[in-house]
């Protein structure tokens, strides 16, 4: 797995592999006890060795290539809010390439991409996937 961000702050944070009790609500108990370890008189959970070590974060600028191999599954999720269309435009261009051929595209509803999506099966109105 790989995590990227324009922001060195945010990827320090990712590296920490800490999350607090509102970002782990919806991550089922069965997920929790066998990914995560609750921290000893603190609100955190800290993922385990084993999950951390599948994990790689990275200072990326989505307006360039990712010189990647193309990913099962990508998420973008409440970063293009902040793009132009043009800006939109050259990203999703970048990500199509990230996604394997029947590969999923997971997308945040703020994002304001669906015109771009015309080369993805609409799942949902937040999951796309690349035909084969």
Known sequence: MLGTDIGLGALKQCEQATFSERSMRLVPEDFKSRYFTKLA?????????????????????????LCEPPFDVVFLKNVLIYFDAASKKRVMEHVRALVRPGG?????????????????????????????
């Open 41 to 65: 008189g603190e609100p955190l959970w800290k993922a385990k060795p084993m999950l951390a070590e599948m994990t790689s974060f990275r200072q990326h600028n989505l307006l360039n290539r």
């Open 104 to 132: 999923l595209l997971v997308t945040g509803a703020a994002e304001g991409v669906s015109e771009y999506l015309r080369e993805f099966n609409g799942l949902q109105s937040w999951l796309h996937q690349r035909p084969e």
